[in-house]
């Protein structure tokens, strides 16, 4: 749409300039009040001079934005700038002296005004993420965070050599886990440093405050990072919308606000702060640059596992320039450190290492880094040698190439086979192929943030950036260069990521954020500047006046420019054209006239879309205000209902987890399902069993297993491990619908998985999974059921679940094996305690006999056995 | 019951041990009245004695003993004199000072508190004395541990007679009970129990030492609140504010829960089934206490409401779950005071003027620590409290600080309410030192800028000599002065289309006069223009560096000067014809060919000028 507007409106305006007739010339401008009218007659001669005046056309948006929003920031301090030129030289131009200050203060002012809006769109990105603080509370949100945070207590406590060795013997019992060699340090290591940093300047902010607002914190630095990568594709304008929409764009708040302390939340300024740089080398070809690049995607691979999305991206990029013949010295340089350093650089965190090098998912870099040097060396090649030789050359050198390509394929190949999974992990296998995890791996496919998202999940998260993409992705085809095709390559690949998993999602913000940017600012621009053109005041004819005036006001200019460069000194030079980039020009102003000239759209038509896109982006912004405010604030653990008589706050979680902590002994083991196991190692010191790093998938099928066993085979698994209390989370009476019973079907498929006497059918009525009068034997029986259900008929009588709208089927049991220690205020969680053997030799007939009977080889291995 | 068995055994023991021993002086206890008020968790024995003197010589000081089970728990003790008359518990003046004594010839067993009186009691004077004891952990849960559902009961021994060193003439003791519960008393002669009060009628000449064990088992399900460990942190800032930090460590000082607790049990009935466990808490703090926090080490606790007037502030809290016997807790409250409440001068000192203990009701506290944080700069530091504490400094680092706020330091082991008492800490300050954070601040963020500013405008190359700086320089030169090459011919360009701008002009109103005019003008910049122009081409031939580009912007120049002449050619041609009255057709056969001319030129040095420009 912008594009054809601006060609179309070419003709007319090249008529005025052409030799036409006066009379015509004179018809046009006794119209151009209306100059609507005009235009629309002269599109028939479209096709006639539209080849020649299309490059000046593409090449407008790329250096239109420059004169009006004068330059970026490094600017407001170029001397020149800020020193006024002397004017004093020019005795004779002091009339015009005014009016060249104008144009100096109009281009300070525009660094000075973009400077602001960067700072504002920080302080944006920061304060919008506060609802969870201002709502709630200052304090960590969900699980992951609470591992994190953790880790990071334990790193500011101990240091980082301590941090490194770190053996966790809390979790994971009786295995542990080796926290330093399996976690991503980066989110640990830079709230660790900011803490450090804080600390030496004596402010005590608490470990635990740091790590709250680590992460709007660097949603600010994100969106500048978006800022400058988008700047780098298509200039200031697109920039600075780029960094407004990122700054509050619910995808990324929702991993992001206050409290959400996750890897995520510094992942995506790492991601975006590489692609800046990336595309920064790729337009200046600077090594620095390059140099710069691995660093931060050192820190990238540091924080997040999503850098294979970077180290595939990157290498997709270079090979879609090199196909489509844009290779060039300068893409080189910006891909070749980066592969060497980065994957040097990479192998040295501890959790990545050798996969570097030896996992499926960096193969495509190194595949790519061969190509790239062959595509060099052709060029090389070519660069020195005659046509005719360079075509024998070229016919050898292919045969030969693609002999030992073969060769080195068929091996990688040989090797990736190989491997068990294929080389890829599964995460990664899930991505390629939806349907992989929930086929073969119930754990990955068991975490909600692993589905495939749906339709109103992306207007949730990206909201009116979904419509505006294809407008930003046309307008990095007008033209494209090396940047703008890497932002159509990343906005494809993530949209097709985002459509995988849910939680891939962050991946696409970014991108959408950069694209609708560009479409809106390009927008904007063409709707503005036909406005501009077409006021009542600046009709044709005063038009020329005032061109003719601002050529008047340049001249003097220049010639101060002039003088004023022959006796600088050199370093001055040097220094300025270190920023030469950044530093607005004098253009010529009739050669942009022109061009502006030509893209001019109908004046009603301009008011009416900008007032459209306007509203378009106010509605953004209040759906990202009401998305930060009410959908993603909540902090998980505490939980909030709205009734008639005001505000409920219901904070079970805390209540059992400061019990547990306080009234039971520091090396008891508290046994839950995983998803409980960061909160409950962070919140109430205690040692789990299983927690959220889902690693050791046995495990979690041991506990899965004796949550779907009944209370004497449960009893025993629990009892083997040296449990001593079992948690479980109940929301039958208040309605809280993620519980244990709602999630009990994962742990008998997770524990069925492994210990085949669990057998999911078992618990399914007809295929159903119910827990009133009709349920199955099995399921009424269950360790969960019971631990759930003790002595909840009691309650009202009736036994209703109000998560599952259902009266319970079995209402009056005891429990034999466990007994109830504590229950939260709203029963959200229940703790149990494990009997403790009643008498030792019955016991022991009773376990050979259960022996004997029924249980498995493995339970049985696991009493037999039993280390503790 | 075991315990309590051997402490019966020894005190026997002591007593025959001492009642051989010799009379302790010439005083004599004429009336001794004892109330034990066991209503809470706190113990507190109020006995008023009436005390002759029955030798010859004046005394000044009276000995008040307790036995060793009693006095490793005696939390607070206060004498005080009383001079009115009748009953009424009019007690004059402060308390006198007190202090432990170990006397001659008495057994270990015993502990003994010196009371000095101002002056000297003389020969056959008598004076009444108030004395105030309160006890912490004199209570034993028994039995030790109870069911949710059972009530809590407590044993309390004591001695029936007043144990002293001096002979009693009249005893009579009274204990006041929380409940008309009693499990079981000892019962001695003329015992009465009315209500909850249970009287030992009066014991007449009772022998110095002696010791007559009384233990009663009772209901009490009062909240046993016990601070093992609390943190007072009182920092001072003087831009206006007293900052308040009370670190809890909590527990149920009852008797212990068995294990087994059940919600729905305590919600259904929560005064049977959970009688002994206590759910709140009702802190008084001073009145205009704002900003005040509840929180523990994972976060707001959300049960506590807050109200207030002008005289108090009451902060009720809720842990985050009811505390049955020997269930802990920890929480943190916070609050800020304005300084002008508690912080006055005198004699060029400062001073703060606060009170010691907790703001808790009822809770007795094993371990006090009050740390009183002072602005950094403070010298002359001291501190005066009504009672015995350890006292020590520290130095704390907050904010910004250089060389840390010293901090005093006041420990005390077994606190109770009566501990409520104002403390103070003298110190010196300086206000101006008030300033130096903020000037540190300013200073800090105008000393980065001025590092901005200096780095913007240094050139920090390494060798301003190497070949490649060299080149560097000249190169950018060469760009310097192909961008003012470009300058100048859009300049001319501009100039330009002014001239066809007044053509324009021409043709819709015929205004010879004003058209050439332009062309003068333009003419004129123009001939300054080409002036400008050589200089920097003659630089760019001289350049090594600009060869490749020497040619294009040549052509340019070419180019320009060509178009130049071409316009000024048609320019002339107009004109004429407009002198000439000629039809607008004839103009435009005349300039028809110079017309075509000049649009391809025009194209060509707006293809240079494109090119230009990219380098």
């Known amino acids: 749409m912008n594009q054809r507007g601006k060609i179309s409106s070419q003709t007319p305006q090249l008529q005025l300039h052409s030799p036409a007739p006066y009379h015509s010339l004179v018809f046009s401008i006794s119209k151009s009040h209306s100059q609507t009218r005009p235009l629309r007659f002269s599109q028939p001669p479209l096709t006639l001079s539209g080849s020649q005046t299309l490059p000046a056309a593409v090449a407008l948006p790329r250096l239109s934005p420059s004169p009006r929003l004068a330059s970026t920031l490094g600017f407001t301090l170029n001397p020149r700038v800020a020193s006024p030129p002397a004017p004093f030289s020019w005795p004779s131009m002091a009339a015009s002296d005014a009016p060249n200050g104008d144009v100096l203060i109009r281009n300070a002012f525009g660094s000075v005004l973009a400077f602001l809006i960067l700072l504002l769109i920080g302080v944006l990105a920061f304060s919008i993420r506060l609802f969870s603080v201002i709502k709630y509370e200052s304090v960590i949100h969900e699980f992951d965070p609470y591992f994190n945070y953790r880790v990071t207590q334990f790193l500011t406590k101990n240091g980082i050599y301590d941090f490194w060795n770190w053996f966790d013997d809390r979790t994971w019992y009786p295995l542990g886990r080796v926290i330093g060699g399996t976690v991503y340090p980066g989110l640990t290591l830079t709230a660790g440093t900011l803490y450090w940093f804080l600390h030496s300047l004596n402010i005590p902010l608490s470990v635990e405050t740091v790590c709250v607002f680590t992460a709007p914190i660097f949603s600010a630095f994100a969106s500048w990072a978006t800022f400058l990568l988008t700047k780098e594709v298509k200039g200031v304008g697109a920039g600075l919308t780029a960094a407004a929409l990122l700054a509050m764009v619910p995808s990324y708040i929702s991993r992001s606000v206050a409290g959400s302390y996750d890897n995520e939340a510094v992942a995506i300024f790492a991601l975006i702060f590489t692609f800046y740089l990336y595309i920064k080398t790729l337009n200046t070809g600077s090594l620095f640059y390059a140099t710069l690049n691995s660093l931060s995607y050192f820190y990238m691979v540091c924080s997040w596992g999503g850098y294979t999305f970077i180290i595939n991206l990157i290498p997709m990029h270079v090979l879609l320039c090199i196909v489509t013949g844009r290779y060039s010295s300068r893409l080189y340089i910006a891909y070749a450190p980066l592969v060497v350093l980065g994957t040097l650089l990479a192998a040295l965190v501890p959790v990545v290492g050798f996969n570097a090098v030896m996992t499926s998912e960096h193969f495509a870099s190194f595949l790519v880094f061969i190509i790239i040097h062959v595509v060099a060396l052709v060029y090389y090649i070519k660069g020195i040698l005659s046509p005719k030789m360079f075509k024998v050359a070229l016919a050898l050198v292919v045969s030969i190439g693609l002999a030992v390509c073969c060769a080195m394929v068929a091996v990688i190949i040989a090797l990736v086979a190989s491997s068990p999974t294929k080389g890829w992990s599964g995460r990664s296998l899930s991505l390629l192929d939806p349907t992989y995890a929930s086929k073969y791996i119930p754990i990955i496919a068991s975490v909600s943030e692993h589905q495939p998202p749906t339709w109103p999940s992306y207007f949730m998260d990206i909201n009116v950036l979904a419509f505006l993409i294809p407008a930003g992705i046309i307008a990095c085809f007008s033209p494209l260069s090396d940047a703008s095709l890497f932002a159509v390559l990343y906005i494809v690949l993530s949209v097709y990521f985002s459509g995988v998993m849910v939680r891939l999602m962050l991946v696409l913000a970014p991108a959408a954020c950069i694209l609708s940017g560009i479409a809106l600012s390009q927008a904007f621009d063409v709707f503005t500047r036909s406005i501009k053109f077409q006021l009542p005041s600046l009709s044709d004819h005063s038009h020329i006046d005032a061109r003719d005036a601002s050529s008047e006001n340049i001249v003097p200019d220049d010639t101060i420019k002039t003088d004023k460069s022959e006796d600088t000194p050199k370093e001055r030079m040097t220094k300025r054209s270190k920023k030469k980039e950044k530093e607005p020009v004098e253009k010529p102003p009739t050669k942009f006239q022109i061009k502006k000239r030509l893209s001019v759209l109908p004046f009603e038509a301009s008011i009416i879309a900008v007032i459209l896109l306007v509203l378009l982006v106010a509605f953004y912004v209040v759906h990202c205000v009401w998305a930060a405010a009410e959908a993603y604030s909540a902090p998980s653990i505490v939980l909030t209902s709205h009734s008639n008589d005001g505000l409920h706050v219901f904070d079970d979680f805390r209540e059992a987890y400061a019990w547990l902590s306080h009234n039971t002994d520091v090396d008891d083991k508290v046994a839950s399902w995983w998803d409980y196991g960061y909160q409950t190692t962070a919140m109430a010191n205690r040692t789990v069993i299983v927690d959220n790093n889902t690693w050791n998938n046995t495990h979690i099928a041991t506990v899965g297993t004796a949550m779907s066993s009944p209370e004497k085979a449960a009893w025993e698994i629990f009892h083997s491990l040296d449990v001593k209390y079992v948690l479980v989370v109940f929301g039958g009476l208040v309605g809280y619908p993620s519980d244990d019973i709602n999630k009990f079907l994962w742990m008998v498929r997770i524990g069925g998985g492994v210990f085949p006497h669990i057998k999911e059918p078992d618990y399914l009525r007809d295929g159903q999974y119910r827990i009133d009068s009709m349920a199955t034997p099995t399921m009424l029986n269950c360790l969960m059921y019971k631990l759930s259900y003790y002595r909840f008929v009691e309650t009202d009588g009736k036994a209703f679940d109000r998560v599952r709208r259902t009266e319970i089927g079995k209402k009056y049991f005891k429990l034999t094996h466990f007994e109830e220690v504590f229950t939260t205020h709203h029963w959200m969680v229940r703790i149990y305690k494990l009997k403790p053997p009643k008498n030792r030799i019955r016991g022991k007939n009773k376990k050979s006999k259960s022996k004997t009977s029924s249980t498995t080889t493995s339970k049985r291995k696991g009493t037999r056995r039993n280390p503790f | ?615």
């Open chain 2, 1 to 615: 019951m075991l315990r309590f068995a051997l402490t019966l055994l020894l005190f026997t023991l002591a007593f025959g041990v001492l009642s051989s021993s010799p009379v302790f002086s010439d005083l004599i206890l004429a009336k001794v009245d004892r109330r034990i008020d066991l209503t809470s968790q706190i113990v507190r024995i109020t006995t008023s004695l009436k005390v002759e003197n029955a030798g010859s010589n004046p005394i000044s000081e009276i000995l008040l003993s307790f036995p060793e089970n009693q006095a490793k728990h005696l939390a607070y003790l206060t004498a005080t004199l009383n001079e009115g008359k009748g009953k009424g518990k009019a007690s004059s003046g402060a308390g006198l000072p007190t202090e432990v004594v170990i006397p001659k010839d008495v057994p270990d067993s015993l502990t003994f508190y010196s009371v000095s009186l101002h002056k000297g009691l003389g020969k056959g004077e008598s004076l009444l004395l108030d004395v105030l004891a309160v006890f912490t952990h004199a209570l034993e849960p028994f039995p030790e541990k109870i069911s949710q559902a059972d009530i809590q009961l407590l044993l309390f021994q004591d001695t029936a007679h007043f144990l002293s060193p001096y002979k009693v003439m009249v005893q009579s003791v009274a204990v006041k009970l929380p409940e008309a519960r009693v499990e079981s008393y000892t019962k001695l002669e003329g015992t009465k129990l009315s209500g909850s009060e249970l009287k030992y009628s009066p014991f007449h000449n009772i022998p110095p030492f002696s010791y007559l064990p009384i233990i009663i088992h009772f209901e009490n399900n009062q909240p046993f609140a016990v601070a093992e460990e609390l943190v007072r942190e009182i920092e001072i800032s003087h831009w206006g504010n007293v900052q308040v930090t009370e670190h809890y460590n909590l527990f149920h000082g009852g008797a212990k829960n068995k294990g087994e607790f059940s919600r729905l049990d305590y919600q259904a009935r929560p005064y049977v089934r959970g009688a002994s466990a206590f759910r709140r808490l009702v802190a008084r703090l001073p009145p205009r206490a704002h900003s005040v926090y509840y929180r523990d080490e994972i976060g707001n606790i959300s049960t506590s409401s807050l109200w207030g007037d002008s005289k108090k502030t009451e902060l009720e809290i809720e842990p985050r779950y009811p505390l049955f016997g020997g269930w802990r807790t920890a929480f943190t409250i916070g609050y800020g005071l304005p300084l002008r409440d508690f912080l006055f001068e005198s004699d060029g000192k400062r001073f703060l003027n606060f009170s010691f203990g907790s703001p808790i009701n009822e809770l007795v506290i094993d371990t006090l620590i009050v740390k009183v944080v002072l602005p950094e700069g403070s010298k002359d530091i001291s501190a005066s409290v009504p009672f015995p504490v350890k006292q020590w400094q520290e130095t704390k680092f907050s904010h910004l600080d250089l060389v840390g706020r010293p901090v005093v330091v006041l420990e005390k082991n077994n606190v109770v309410p009566e501990h409520n008492e104002h403390f103070q800490v003298y110190y010196k300050f300086n206000s101006l030192s008030m300033l130096r954070e903020p000037l540190m601040l300013i200073f800090g963020f105008f000393f980065l800028f001025v590092a901005c500013i200096v780095y913007m405008h240094a050139d920090l190359s390494i060798s301003k000599s190497s070949a490649s700086y060299l080149a560097k320089v000249q190169w950018e030169e060469v760009q310097a002065t192909v961008q003012q090459i470009h300058n100048i011919i859009s300049h001319c360009l501009t100039a330009h289309d002014k001239l066809e701008a007044s053509l324009r002009d021409l043709s819709r109103t015929g205004d010879v006069q004003a058209c050439k005019a332009t062309r003068k003008s333009v003419d004129s910049l123009l001939k300054g223009v080409s002036k400008d122009l050589k200089p920097l081409v003659t630089f760019l031939q001289s350049s090594p560096q600009a060869a490749h580009i020497l040619p294009k912007v040549e052509e340019l120049i070419a180019k320009e000067r060509d178009l130049q002449e071409r316009l000024m050619a048609k320019h002339t041609t107009v004109v004429d014809c407009y002198e000439k009255k000629l039809g607008g057709r004839e103009i435009e056969n005349r300039i028809a060919s110079n017309q075509q001319k000049i649009t391809s030129l025009r194209q060509e040095v707006d293809d240079l000028m494109e090119f230009i420009d990219e380098i």
